[in-house]
């Protein structure tokens, strides 16, 4: 076997099947798998693909943010930590230090 023979049998599996229009008028059964090919091979969408709009709220903050490889999640991310825990503080610790200093026992 030479070369040529070698690439032929190698590349076959992902070379579509020839259809001939002949072949196809044969049978019945063939037609109706030709008329189902074509059929699929028309349901493909052509051209570039659309990128779809995000609609909720996630999806607008990680187009906004992540898909733009800005660093302001980072920021946002410690942003939202220190306001919970200054509202875990107040409410366990601090309500009950402005409380005494309003009543002036401190």
Same mark, same amino acid.
């Given at each position: 076997?030479? !070369?040529?023979?070698?690439?032929?049998?190698?590349?076959?599996? !992902?070379? %579509? %099947?020839?259809?001939?229009?002949?072949?196809?008028?044969?049978?019945?059964?063939?037609?109706?798998?030709?008329?189902?090919?074509?059929?699929?091979?028309?349901?493909?969408?052509?051209?570039?693909?659309?990128? %779809?709009?995000?609609?909720?709220?996630?999806? =607008?903050?990680?187009? =906004?943010?992540?898909?733009?490889?800005?660093?302001?999640?980072?920021?946002?991310?410690?942003?939202? !930590?220190?306001?919970?825990?200054?509202?875990?503080?107040?409410? !366990?610790?601090?309500?009950?230090?402005?409380?005494?200093?309003?009543?002036?026992?401190?």
């Amino acid at each position: 076997m030479n !070369l040529t023979q070698i690439r032929r049998f190698s590349t076959k599996s !992902l070379i %579509p %099947p020839a259809l001939s229009v002949k072949q196809a008028g044969t049978s019945a059964v063939q037609g109706a798998r030709f008329a189902k090919l074509v059929d699929f091979y028309q349901k493909i969408p052509k051209g570039p693909r659309v990128d %779809p709009v995000p609609t909720s709220l996630a999806g =607008k903050y990680k187009a =906004k943010y992540f898909e733009t490889g800005s660093p302001a999640p980072i920021l946002h991310v410690i942003l939202a !930590l220190g306001l919970m825990g200054y509202t875990i503080d107040y409410n !366990l610790h601090l309500s009950e230090y402005f409380h005494r200093r309003k009543e002036g026992s401190l």
